[in-house]
């Protein structure tokens, strides 16, 4: 069960899907704001936190019966997972946390390097803001889907990472601000920690932070580059996930 | 791209010039050189391996960053040369759509400089492929963006301004729309009495209107109305009409006297150059001391009729026929009706936003009418305000974005004596 990162949705699995489906079956979803998923079904309250997201995924789960699932957090999802299987543990059979960071935020207090301080974060915001300009009249109708104009169905692929700017906001807010360091002890699923090699967003003592605080977990470093390693190096982070799989059967 | 083919086939030749001279000074213009296009074009060209690292990078673009061709060709990738925000805009957004697309554009992003300044630039990214369709790397253009930028920010803020003005006017509206109605509605001694406004747009005032109050001992006075057009105008002329209907009542408590002078007023007021008019329906309520119940006598201005829920669970339009619009003519003509309303007889008043709306939810739909309420209202009766007010609400509910304009809606009636209501 992958799951996306802030940013795009689904299609950033398009590459390693036909790996993993020679040994798995593969559940596929956008988070609730992202990709094609119901807009209406959005609100500030319930994704103001990772717990309504945490909370789909259980749901999902619960709803498709899934029985115990390797669930694929990248990057933000990473940490849902690990709340979900904190709070569900029998729902699955392992964890993969791909470019995980419990925490985006630098913590001198405690020497804790995340990468990023607050005023970064706003920065982002910043660019969101300036990447959105056309969206609200172009985009919504294209991404509210027009099943009776499927021409609009080309200008769709070519427009997967955008959101609903309100959303995305929300959604990066949720993503950087967030603080799930205290979080890793609780997670009691064999777990892959596997971070990439030049990481601009999760520096590589972060993938060791969370190696050390989920016990029992393995860390591995991919030769893949940058924060996408399911889109830079599909065939090496579609191993990596078949053979925690294949281990923890 | 390719230079001063065209030139040898004559197709451009100047009349009067010979071949040679053309292309000499042709050449001489385009200064034939593919190298010196790169370095000095009047944009930033950037070539990256597939892992950000920087290959190859222009004049141009080293020029307004302040960097050295040694500084950052082998030694830096593209994203270090972002913002923060930028860099995780890049890593979330633009890389993953680049992969996906093979080609990105127009994203806006900021460059830092070596002296610290920010540059706001375009950039467009396509992947070169080899021959077996392999990605090799990353070229990109950087346009600088400063005057688009300062522009563009400038339109973000208008549009934050413009959220931000049109929350304020909402919440003027919705104030301005409780000052024209009463807060609450008196209590008249022997009478239920229920109303409901329903807004259509947050947008715009309404302009419909209602008001119970007394008159000389014994007597109550009504009324509900509805003002031609929304907005501020409109409700200039709703706050003058509600007035004008109370201070009439008081001089003359007759309901078409009442509404000729309500008449008057706005003829007056709005005479010639922007006539002003509504429709109004004015009631005078007086208690039938030894029969029970109420006698009222209902005016019409161009009213829609008002509803006769009877005990018996019958129900009929109470018709005020020929009633004129109130506020166009000087002398309007105005309708009367006096009935009886027994214990259990509800009167229910209403403005046209009811009628109007489209309930399916297609807005070419046919509208409600007149009838089709008649027939709610026979399903209802018998009834009380309070339920006949709750049916209509839920009734509009189910109308959603079908109702176009303002509704009020107004119910008064005579409760049935306790002991009826055992059972």
Request: proline share 6%; with cysteine; hydrophobic share 40%.
């Amino acid at each position: 069960m992958p799951a996306h990162g802030f940013g795009c949705d689904q299609h950033m699995w398009r590459l390693v899907v036909p790996l993993l489906e020679r040994e798995c079956t593969v559940v596929l979803f956008d988070h609730v704001g992202a990709g094609r998923s119901d807009l209406s079904a959005w609100s500030r309250e319930r994704y103001s936190t990772l717990d309504g997201y945490t909370e789909d995924v259980l749901e999902i789960c619960d709803e498709l019966a899934l029985g115990p699932v390797t669930f694929v957090g990248h990057s933000v999802s990473a940490m849902m997972g690990v709340l979900a299987a904190a709070r569900e543990p029998k729902a699955f059979s392992g964890l993969v946390l791909l470019a995980p960071s419990p925490c985006f935020i630098d913590d001198p207090a405690v020497g804790y390097r995340g990468g990023f301080s607050a005023e970064d974060i706003d920065e982002l915001l910043e660019s969101l803001d300036a990447n959105y300009l056309g969206w609200s009249g172009a985009m919504a109708p294209v991404i509210m889907g027009n099943p009776e104009r499927p021409e609009l169905g080309e200008e769709l692929t070519n427009s997967f990472c955008r959101t609903d700017p309100d959303i995305a906001r929300v959604f990066a807010r949720v993503t950087f601000l967030s603080d799930n360091r205290e979080d890793l002890a609780a997670v009691t699923v064999p777990t892959l920690v596997a971070q990439c090699s030049g990481d601009a967003i999760a520096p590589p003592e972060v993938g060791a932070f969370v190696q050390a605080r989920i016990p029992g977990s393995r860390l591995v470093t991919l030769n893949a580059t940058g924060h996408c390693p399911q889109l830079a190096a599909p065939e090496e982070t579609a191993a990596a996930i078949t053979d925690f799989v294949a281990a923890t059967r | 791209m390719s230079t001063g083919g065209d030139s040898e086939n004559g197709e451009h030749r100047h009349p009067g010039k010979q071949p040679g001279e053309d292309h000499a000074a042709f050449s001489a213009l385009l200064e034939d050189s593919a190298e010196d296009l790169y370095e000095h074009a009047p944009c930033g060209y950037l070539s990256t391996l597939l892992d950000g690292t920087i290959a190859k990078i222009n004049k141009t673009l080293l020029d307004w960053l302040g960097y050295d061709h040694g500084d950052l060709v082998g030694r830096r990738t593209f994203s270090d040369l972002l913002t923060v925000g930028g860099r995780l805009y890049h890593e979330t957004h633009f890389g993953p759509l680049l992969r996906m697309q093979g080609e990105v554009s127009g994203i806006a992003l900021e460059l830092k400089a070596t002296d610290g300044s920010r540059l706001p630039v375009l950039v467009t990214s396509t992947v070169k492929t080899g021959g077996d369709g392999q990605p090799l790397l990353i070229r990109t253009t950087v346009f600088d963006a400063r005057d688009r930028r300062a522009y563009e920010t400038e339109l973000l803020r208008a549009r934050k301004e413009a959220e931000l003005e049109r929350e304020e006017l909402k919440r003027l509206n919705a104030t301005l729309q409780q000052t024209l109605l009463p807060p609450t509605l008196v209590n008249v001694p022997g009478l239920d009495v229920a109303a409901h406004y329903h807004v259509a747009s947050t947008d715009m005032v309404g302009g419909d209107f209602y008001d119970l109050f007394p008159l000389s001992a014994g007597a109550w006075g009504l009324f509900l109305g509805d003002v031609c057009g929304k907005g501020a105008a409109a409700a200039a002329v709703t706050s003058l009409a509600r007035y004008t209907l109370r201070a009439a009542a008081v001089y003359d408590p007759d309901p078409a006297a009442v509404l000729g002078n309500l008449n008057t007023v706005l003829n007056h007021e709005y005479n010639g150059h922007d006539p002003r008019f509504c429709t109004v329906v004015f009631g005078l309520l007086t208690p039938e001391g030894d029969r029970g119940g109420f006698r009222i006598t209902l005016a019409s201005g161009g009213h829609p009729p008002a509803l006769l829920l009877r005990a018996d669970g019958s129900a009929d339009h109470l018709h005020t026929p020929g009633g004129q619009l109130i506020g166009v003519l000087p002398d309007a003509h105005i309708a009367t009706a006096t009935v009886h309303l027994a214990a259990g007889d509800t009167l229910l008043l209403h403005t046209d936003g009811l009628t109007e709306a489209r309930p399916a939810r297609n807005s070419d739909g046919d509208r409600y009418g007149d009838e089709a309420l008649l027939d709610f209202a026979r399903a209802l009766a018998p009834t009380t305000a309070s339920a006949a007010v709750a049916a209509i609400r839920d009734l509009l509910d189910t109308f959603g974005t079908g109702v176009d304009d303002d509704t009020a809606v107004l119910a008064i009636n005579v409760p049935r004596p306790t002991s009826e209501e055992q059972p």
